[in-house]
């Protein structure tokens, strides 16, 4: 299957499109001959960057609206053939600040899209962006998709209820909706302001800025860090396919690495750079999972994805990308 | 351990306490000496009957207000040592036809509950109803609560998503709080009306007034229904063990039967009646989960629960009652 075949001239929506993940998935459909259009509500606190869309701006048709308004998400699903449905607020910390507006964002328009989409568009096929972090404190490695869900924060708990309406309408009404629950995520485009919504951006930024990486505790936790340009692989392939309907499906890393190593790898990869083990902040703490390593190969026996780009690669090519373009996104 | 040694004069809130299971509940309470207060919508549709606190208004503080008003919670919960959390969406049907509002009602209200109760009052003890819903199609008999949560429909979502917000506050904040998955609750006070909220309380509306109960199908799913006052006595227990802080217990009845028994039970009891096959709605067949059978053993083991009152004599409790009161329930 050649995805420039699947995707030329298809209509395609993509909620949070000016976020990280969204907004190389709009230049990866764009260079696929897609239709793109881009709903996002603009919040850089949620991950919204203008210049991650600048180059692509005159190909795609990018509406900065707020998903919580029911008549705007009727309004951009009319006639799309794809969802990508990456709208999300992800920060685990946020959520235990404002956990309401957690719950709204992340269960309440999803279950709005979802009930728009049933009755209005029944045919479209969605792939929504689910997380690791609904399993929570981990039991056994690495994870399938069987693992216990638990979550351990507030957004664990909003970020499952808005995969559970996708798979519930499709257990119903037969709703063409599938989750990727994705793990830590990075690459060219991602936030690197803070540590609010991932470390792995902060950390290169701070590599850059000739700066040492706060790594937590005694950095021995192991995660398996995912390409962006893999993870867009994977919602291609879910959407090309209807065997993902109503399916979840786990993606991870090649490699999967302690983080104390993956600062080691950047700092390497980087061609300098220092690193300093802090105290674990309480409020992390008690949110954290621990360990994690996804098991994916449900998604690699069904679709045939597999994570291709190492580790080191894909830092080399983040770490490029951020010196080349570093004032859109300190 | 007494139960009245436990809750004599103790401060006890019970939100949903004109329902069917708080106002049983209430009754209880009263009995046992506790000072009782209750908020409730009013909203009969979702249960609410003042007949069901009739005979003890002048023992209890009554508020009937919205939940869904944050201020109302936060002025309830002030000096209360024990939370019976009954309030909530329970129609499987009704969820399907307003999800925003089951999600609001079951997850947000729960939210905020969890919130004010964490920051205002963090050494209050809650009981929250949890449902058999969210466990889903049914993998095997009988079900434990290490069985895979799958709900079939929004309801189930919307009250697994209320019940993980008290189990995330525990493990976070400390706060003490357990759920108490229940099924088919039956006994006097129940919603008699139709069959939106519960398939029991119709049944023996229909048979006190000699017309022919409904059985879908071929009447051959089983079900394990649980007398409400073995459900209360459950709760009381959970509220009185720290325990159950973070836990979640199946309830279960003593006896498992396929409906068409039990409509048979119900006619044998009542001394007269009929029943008739019904083809499945296809509404109800699409969120259906099968056959349901708790296996209750963890709360037998942790707190010493069981249950006591066998179906014959609960269906002739219940009988008995609605016969005496029906006038307040058709």
Redesign the interface.
């Known amino acids: 299957m050649e995805l420039t075949d699947v995707f030329k001239e298809k209509r395609t929506l993509i909620t949070g499109g000016m976020g990280f993940i969204g907004s190389n998935l709009a230049h990866r459909l764009v260079s696929l001959g897609a239709r793109v259009s881009i709903v996002d509500s603009g919040d850089s606190s949620m991950g919204a960057n203008p210049f991650n869309l600048a180059d692509i701006l005159n190909q795609v048709d990018l509406k900065v609206a707020d998903l919580r308004d029911d008549q705007v998400i009727e309004r951009m699903i009319a006639g799309q053939e794809y969802l990508f449905n990456l709208a999300g607020q992800a920060s685990h910390a946020g959520s235990?600040e404002d956990?309401?507006a957690d719950?709204?964002i992340n269960?309440?328009c999803q279950?709005?899209i979802v009930?728009a989409c049933r009755k209005h568009n029944p045919g479209i096929k969605i792939i929504y962006a689910g997380t690791r972090q609904s399993y929570g404190q981990v039991r056994q490695l690495p994870i399938d998709e069987?693992h216990?869900?638990?979550?351990?924060?507030?957004n664990?708990?909003?970020k499952?209820?808005g995969e559970?309406?996708h798979?519930?309408a499709h257990?119903?009404f037969g709703l063409n909706a599938c989750s990727l629950r994705m793990t830590n995520v990075y690459g060219p485009r991602m936030r690197c302001r803070d540590g609010h919504l991932n470390f792995i951006g902060l950390w290169i930024r701070r590599i850059i800025e000739g700066k040492p990486i706060p790594v937590y505790g005694q950095g021995t936790q192991i995660r398996d860090p995912n390409f962006v340009d893999d993870v867009i692989e994977a919602m291609l392939l879910a959407a090309a396919s209807p065997i993902s309907n109503g399916q979840v499906y786990n993606l991870g890393g090649l490699e999967a690495v302690r983080l104390i190593d993956l600062a080691d790898r950047m700092i390497e990869t980087a061609g300098g750079g220092s690193r300093v083990l802090k105290p674990f902040p309480e409020a992390r703490r008690?949110?954290d999972i621990g360990d994690y390593q996804a098991n994916f190969s449900k998604i690699q026996r069904q679709l045939g994805w597999q994570p291709r780009v190492a580790l080191t690669e894909g830092l080399s090519r983040t770490i490029d990308f951020f010196r080349q373009n570093q004032e859109h996104y300190w």
């Open positions: 235990m956990p309401l719950l709204e269960a309440r279950l709005s009930e069987s216990p869900i638990d979550p351990v924060d507030y664990g708990i909003s499952r209820t559970l309406y798979l519930v257990r119903i008690r949110i």
